[in-house]
């Protein structure tokens, strides 16, 4: 169980990063308060992953799991550049955290 509050814990993590995005600085509600929210979801889903997985396993692959995500995100929603550098970039990052989970 603990693997799969992790992973949506990540995934959580891309949506509070693009609702972060797309806040404006916190000016608009609306993406404001899905930051809030998705914000204490993914630390509370990463803080019931902590009981049973050790904290460096699980926080790097919470933040491989966001990172890639937002990037990702980032890429298909707001057109940004997604160079076959960037992309061998985030490929390093999926094989680290598979690394870290296989390794565990």
Excluded at 1 to 21: H, K, R
Excluded at 97 to 103: E, P, Q, R
Aim: glycine share 12%; aromatic share 8%; with cysteine.
């Amino acid at each position: 169980m603990a693997w799969i509050y992790l992973v949506v814990s990540g995934l959580l993590e891309t949506v509070w990063a693009a609702a972060l995005s797309q806040s404006k600085g916190f000016s608009r509600l609306a993406p404001s308060v899905v930051f809030g929210v998705a914000l204490v979801l993914s630390m509370g889903g990463l803080s019931l992953a902590l009981r049973d997985l050790p904290v460096g396993t699980a926080y790097a692959i919470w933040v491989g799991i966001g990172a890639v995500g937002t990037a990702i995100y980032g890429m298909v929603a707001l057109g940004e550049p997604a160079t076959t550098a960037r992309l061998l970039c985030l490929v390093a990052i999926v094989a680290g955290v598979a690394g870290l989970k296989f390794l565990h």
